[in-house]
């Protein structure tokens, strides 16, 4: 603990802010590009100027004559302060080490900085903010960092993003340097890797799911000489499941414009909300396509079987359920078919194992009456919509299920007769 | 299934089709429409065909497309009113002629 007072005498002009005795010397250690200047206000109300030379989460290395020890609050910006204490132990002249004791965000209160306080203090985004505020005219510009500043406040995935832990490995044991003392990793599996990293002499990096299957956790191993490394652990579970949601969400919002744009005739499903549309009824007739002369097949099959109130609905019907196959046939490796009937309507159900439709396209296949060759659903999605009354769509990475209606009071003439 | 006749015409020839236009029978339809030398124009009579679908519009389009890089021209005739349906639906009417009045068969659809 003898270090700091030994350097100011021996080596009074050594940086304390590259000193790993100062502040430990983990990737979260980090300088502002320039130091950020701030006022230490004590319990008082006495004020001292100070600036910010190094951070990381959990400390401050100020240059400032406020009083070490001492307890004071940070003001950094509207709704961010910081209570922070002086370290006597840590430091040289008027640079010192400050405990942050406690963050203050709006209503919230957090023991150390957030992801995305870090990353402002630490100059990445604060860059990236200047530099595209730079961009526009000089009476905007403070507007837009103010915008751009709230709405990274406001991710969520910053939020979600909580910041882990930091270990040393030494020997075969672990230290806590700092972040989330309470992350409890698993210990054969970090053991693992540091070895493997130490071994190999890099970095190695594995995904781990815990004992309890309920939190994934991201491990950074990375070797530091022939017998210690580090060990860098993020906590994902939050992440994982904000990206859930947000992909709810995408789907939530994609079935409104789906739904707006085709009147209601298209409607996607979850795969769970499937499952009942595609028992309903009986079942007529099915059959697998696993080449073009399948699908001539399944389609005569489908004419075949057709009640007559539906005839002048068949060449609509055939040829939705053609569109269909060949689509598996060119996305996938082929799919089944079934007809069932319902007590309104003959469906016609669809299903493959391909990468899925892209949803976004779907609004615009929808919309668009003339194929291009650059629309990859082509003009066979469109048709399938113009004929079937209802389209129902599950698609995913596992595959697609197509759902066609073809409603039996809705029989007015689709085709004028022959004249 | 399309079986495909031909009638020679001082224009050039007409493929008669016979069957259903897809995935499985356009290489048939293409192979047959190859652009030949000397020939203005290719006709298409459907009047003999039940079916097509979006990979049979595509085949005729393409077919169009060579035709016209050579300076000729293709024309679509006697199609059922199903399938002049789906040619209006998917834009592409101007390539069907109603001018020539052969019969129309339609198909068993």
């Known amino acids: 603990m003898q270090e700091c007072s030994q350097c100011a005498r021996k080596t009074p002009d050594r940086s304390c802010v590259d000193c790993d005795y100062f502040m430990s010397p983990g990737p979260l250690r980090r300088k502002p590009p320039v130091p950020i200047g701030i006022s230490l206000v004590a319990a008082d109300g006495k004020r001292y100027a100070g600036r910010i030379l190094v951070l990381n989460t959990m400390e401050l290395g100020l240059e400032t004559r406020a009083p070490v020890p001492g307890q004071y609050r940070i003001y950094l910006k509207q709704h961010l302060s910081l209570d922070v204490a002086g370290v006597p132990t840590k430091g040289k002249g008027n640079i010192h080490l400050f405990d942050i004791i406690a963050v203050y965000r709006g209503e919230e209160t957090a023991s150390r ?98 004992d309890d299957g309920k939190r994934i956790f991201d491990l950074h191993g990375i070797p530091l000489d022939s017998r210690s490394g580090g060990l860098l652990a ?46 309903q009824g009986k079942e007529l007739a099915r059959g697998v396509v696993n080449k073009a002369a399948d699908i001539a097949l399944a389609r005569n099959k489908l004419c075949s079987l057709l009640p007559a109130v539906f005839s002048a609905r068949a060449y609509g019907m055939a040829l939705s359920l053609t569109e269909a196959l060949t689509n598996t046939l060119k996305h996938a490796t082929g799919g089944e078919w079934v007809v069932r009937q319902t007590d309104e309507a003959i469906r016609v159900i669809i299903q493959d194992q391909g990468q899925g439709i892209k949803i976004k396209d779907l609004p615009k296949a929808a919309l668009m009456r003339h194929y291009s060759t650059q629309n990859s659903l082509g003009c066979g999605f469109t048709l ?36 | 299934m399309l079986a495909i006749s031909i009638t020679k015409g001082d224009y050039g020839r007409c493929l008669n089709l016979k069957g259903e236009l897809d995935m499985e029978t356009l290489a048939t339809l293409e192979q047959a429409a190859e652009v030949q030398e000397g020939e203005r124009q290719l006709k298409i009579n459907l009047a003999g065909v039940s079916f097509i679908d979006s990979t049979g519009l595509r085949g005729l389009l393409e077919i169009q497309r060579r035709w016209s890089m050579k300076g000729g021209e293709v024309r679509v005739i006697n199609p059922c009113p199903e399938i002049a349906e789906v040619f209006r639906l998917v834009g592409m009417e101007e390539l069907l002629d109603y001018s020539d009045q052969s019969k129309v068969t339609g198909g068993e659809y």
């Not at chain 1, 969520?156 to 989330?180: D, P, S, W």
């Not at chain 1, 995408?250 to 499903?269: D, F, I, P, S, W």
């Not at chain 1, 698609?395 to 689709?414: K, N």
């Open chain 1, 384 to 419: 399938m919509l113009y004929y079937a009354d209802k389209v129902y769509l599950t698609t995913g990475s596992r595959g697609t299920t197509l759902v066609l209606d073809f409603h039996q009071s809705a029989s007015e003439e689709i085709c004028s007769p022959a004249s």
């Open chain 1, 234 to 279: 993020f906590d994902l579970t939050e992440i994982i499941e904000k990206e859930r949601q947000m992909r709810r969400q995408e789907m939530e919002a994609y079935r409104e414009a789906v739904a707006a744009v085709t009147n209601g005739r298209l409607q996607l499903l979850t795969s769970e909300e499937m499952v009942a549309v595609l028992s």
């Open chain 1, 113 to 210: 900085l957030g992801n995305e306080e870090y990353r402002l203090l630490t100059g990445s985004t604060g860059d990236f903010i200047e530099q595209v505020s730079q961009l526009v005219p000089a009476h905007l510009q403070d507007l837009v960092k103010e915008r751009l500043l709230a709405e990274l406040e406001s991710s969520e995935i910053f939020n979600a993003m909580r910041l882990g832990k930091v270990m040393r490995y030494e020997k075969g044991r672990f230290r806590h340097l700092t972040g989330q003392a309470d992350l409890e990793l698993p210990l054969p599996a970090i053991e693992n890797l540091m070895r493997q990293a130490i071994h190999r002499g890099t970095h190695c990096r594995e995904v781990i799911v815990s």
